[in-house]
């Protein structure tokens, strides 16, 4: 609104060749509004940076967007990028879908020697008494040889890094690694654990 109201004043004192505190007073601004000036940092990098991640991520929500920010050397604190992402209108839609089986936007070639891919997923079962547990799987997608199994009742995304770390310190790390949508897979520790590693 002080911009428009801005506007009209710079318009009256053009038009009519009258005094700006005049001219503020006729449209009910007070002058020290109107020579006001922002002394904000133009944004407009950082907006323009914060639609390409979220183009990129789509399923991110503006805390995952803000660590990628800070990871490419952006001083900025997550208050301004919710600010932002909410100017932006990047808000993630929250709505139940059927599941469907996803397909690969991009094919991956066949692993050409060991190391290079490795596959992990949960297999699931129960005890006696009714508790259930969990085994992740690590895979080699070369050499078909399972180089991690690791059970326990609760795999979240901490342990799984550290199981992968115990795997790494013996083996070396791998290229890649292809995970399904498990929300172990895709956790911030996870996250974190691949970007460190690259």
């Known amino acids: 609104m002080p911009a428009a109201l801005r506007e009209r004043?710079?318009?009256?004192?053009?038009?009519?060749h009258m005094s700006k505190q005049r001219a503020c007073k006729l449209v009910g601004m007070a002058r020290s509004s109107f020579y006001w000036r922002s002394r904000a940092k133009?944004?407009?990098?950082?907006r323009r940076r914060l639609r390409e991640l979220a183009a990129a991520r789509p399923r991110f929500?503006?805390?995952?967007?803000?660590v990628l920010l800070r990871r490419e050397g952006w001083h900025v604190n997550?208050?301004?990028?919710?600010?932002?992402?909410?100017?932006?209108?990047?808000?993630?839609?929250?709505?139940?879908?059927?599941?469907?089986?996803?397909v690969l936007r991009v094919v991956p070639d066949a692993p050409t020697r060991p190391n290079q891919r490795w596959s992990m997923d949960f297999v699931q079962?129960?005890?006696?008494?009714?508790?259930?547990?969990?085994?992740?799987?690590?895979v080699d997608?070369?050499?078909?040889?399972?180089?991690?199994?690791?059970?326990?009742?609760?795999?979240?995304?901490?342990?799984?890094?550290g199981v992968l770390d115990s795997v790494v310190a013996t083996r070396g790390?791998?290229?890649?690694?292809?995970?399904?949508?498990?929300?172990?897979?895709?956790?911030?520790?996870?996250?974190?654990?691949?970007?460190?590693?690259?």
């Open 42 to 46: 133009d944004q407009t990098p950082l």
């Open 173 to 198: 790390s791998p290229t890649e690694i292809t995970v399904d949508n498990g929300t172990e897979f895709y956790s911030k520790a996870m996250d974190a654990w691949a970007y460190h590693r690259g």
């Open 141 to 161: 997608g070369f050499t078909r040889e399972c180089v991690a199994l690791h059970a326990d009742f609760s795999l979240i995304g901490r342990k799984v890094a």
């Open 78 to 102: 997550i208050k301004r990028v919710y600010r932002l992402y909410k100017l932006e209108g990047l808000g993630v839609e929250r709505r139940k879908r059927k599941k469907r089986g996803s």
């Open 125 to 138: 079962d129960g005890l006696l008494d009714g508790r259930k547990f969990r085994v992740l799987t690590v």
């Open 9 to 16: 004043v710079e318009w009256i004192v053009a038009a009519f």
């Open 61 to 66: 929500g503006y805390p995952s967007l803000h």
